[in-house]
């Protein structure tokens, strides 16, 4: 099934005007820690959509963690330390700290509460709801 992208309405960044670079510090350099160096940050249109898009997206894809099961594609930290869609290889109850699952995935393994809320990849949901958003909020568009 295509998926369809959705797009955020985004202005250049009112502290490094569109450089992504702003005062040095020798942890980080020259980063803009308003835009983290992107250049660019959300309108209030665009912080506005986002965070319906957001609540949507957590209402009707997310779980607790308990009930994902192998093969389940979730939101979580890959490898390379970003976030992203990521396969569950297992989940399981750790020995040593009940309330805690031990996660594996194809992005890095790890200790979770069960508790935790995850978003499950559901692309004819995530859509609906795309489309529904840039319907209703003036601050995001369907890109394809």
């Known amino acids: ?3 369809v992208k959705i797009a955020f309405e985004t202005e250049n960044c ?6 992504g670079r702003y005062s040095y510090n020798p942890m980080h350099g020259r980063m803009c820690f308003k835009c983290k160096g992107a250049k660019r940050t959300l309108t209030q249109r665009g912080q506005a959509a986002r965070k319906a898009y957001d609540d949507a ?18 939101w979580h930290t890959k490898a390379n330390g970003r976030k992203g869609w990521v396969t569950v290889r297992s989940v399981r ?8 699952a ?16 995850v978003r499950l990849w559901r692309p004819e949901v995530l859509n609906e ?16």
């Open 1 to 3: 099934m295509p998926v």
């Open 14 to 19: 009112s502290r490094c005007d569109g450089t």
């Open 57 to 74: 997206v957590d209402m009707y894809c997310g779980v607790l963690l308990w009930e994902v099961v192998p093969g389940d594609v979730i």
């Open 93 to 100: 109850k750790d020995a040593h700290e009940p309330e805690h």
């Open 102 to 117: 031990a996660l594996t995935t194809d992005g890095q393994g790890g200790l979770i509460p069960f508790e935790t809320r």
């Open 129 to 144: 709801i795309r489309k529904d958003i840039a319907r209703l909020h003036e601050g995001a568009t369907i890109t394809e």
